[in-house]
């Protein structure tokens, strides 16, 4: 059972543009989700991450959104760059810590189109 | 660079067979979680140590064991090799701070023939 389903495997964007990126759960105990990056050959890199108790993030570019009732977030990066383009994943802790026993989602891969 | 190790980066073996992987946390950390990332599934979490002491447990098969030492590197055996065991296995760390941040390695890529 997928407990964090990320449905896009893949999405295109011209550079400049907005990227959206969404996640949807299953799990109403999920108190922490988090967005990581990776690049090939290399392990994942900790993005931006949201509590429960809030509805939006914001670091730079990147904004995380959270719908607690529909049960979905959604990363936002604008104006997205090149070197945005790598594989995305959604994750989700129990924990109010965040950091314990995370659960992924399959990951979107964000190709950014000069 | 994450700060975190991971030997070896890529180990080929036979079905039936045994391997250890090897992970070097962060300087400080004293968590390691283990994740498996089979063909385009998303990453799974196997285990996780706190300071030697086992933390946490995830879907880790019977045949998988992994432990913490006291230089808190840790280990994950993998053992009585299947076919299906072929993936990326990642290994990661985190501190003290409770920020949901977790650091990972570059990963251990097992291929099982």
């Known amino acids: 059972d997928q407990q964090v389903k990320q449905n896009s495997p893949s999405l295109s964007v011209q550079e400049g543009r907005i990227s959206i990126l969404n996640c949807d759960y299953t799990n109403s105990m999920f108190d922490y989700f988090l967005w990581y990056k990776k690049y090939p050959a290399e392990g994942p890199t900790f993005l931006i991450s949201?509590?429960?108790?809030?509805d939006k993030n914001e670091d730079g570019r990147f904004t995380v959104f959270l719908n607690k009732s529909a049960k979905h977030l959604s990363l936002h990066i604008v104006p997205s760059q090149p070197g945005d383009s790598a594989v995305y994943f959604c994750a989700a802790s129990v924990s109010p810590f965040g950091n314990e026993k995370l659960t992924f989602g399959t990951g979107t891969r964000l190709t950014i189109i000069p | 660079d994450s700060g975190v190790t991971q030997t070896p980066k890529h180990l080929i073996t036979a079905t039936g067979q045994r391997v250890t992987l090897r992970c070097s946390p962060r300087?400080?950390?004293?968590?390691v979680y283990w994740y498996q990332q089979s063909l385009d599934q998303g990453l799974q979490f196997l285990i996780q140590?706190?300071?030697?002491?086992?933390?946490a447990k995830g879907n880790i098969l019977e045949r998988f064991s992994a432990q913490q030492f006291p230089d808190l590197h840790s280990e994950l055996n993998l053992s009585s090799l299947e076919l299906g065991d072929s993936a990326l296995y990642f290994c990661?760390?985190?501190?003290?701070?409770?920020?949901?941040?977790?650091?990972f390695g570059e990963g251990s890529r097992l291929t099982v023939l």
């Open positions: 990661a760390s985190s501190g003290t701070e409770n920020t949901g941040e977790l650091f």
């Open positions: 140590y706190y300071n030697g002491e086992e933390r």
């Open positions: 949201i509590s429960s108790i809030k």
């Open positions: 300087s400080g950390d004293l968590s």
